[in-house]
């Protein structure tokens, strides 16, 4: 990850990371320049997701599952079975 400083714009060493939280991370920057060494704190934060991870399509797909009929679920073991 490259952070710039944002007093010169010149590149910044990230001296210490911080989770705070699954998702959520501060930085801890001094900037490299040696007319400027900013020193300051930037954060990364989730966003959105784009493809879901295969351990939530895993679970969504047995919560599914769990929540059909009975004569559903055995439709399903049979075409499964097909495969
Ligand atoms: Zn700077």
New binding site residues.
């Given amino acids: 990850m490259r952070i710039t400083?944002n007093?010169?714009s010149?590149k910044s060493i990230i001296q210490s990371t911080k989770d705070a939280m699954p998702g959520y991370a501060k930085f801890y920057c001094i900037?490299t320049?040696p007319m400027?060494s900013?020193s300051f704190v930037a954060s990364w934060s989730y966003q959105k997701t784009l493809n879901p991870s295969l351990q939530q399509t895993n679970d969504l797909l047995i919560d599914m599952v769990q929540r059909m009929e009975p004569t559903q679920k055995q439709k399903l073991i049979k075409q499964l079975s097909l495969i």
């Fill in positions: 400083c007093v010169c010149s900037c320049n400027c900013h």
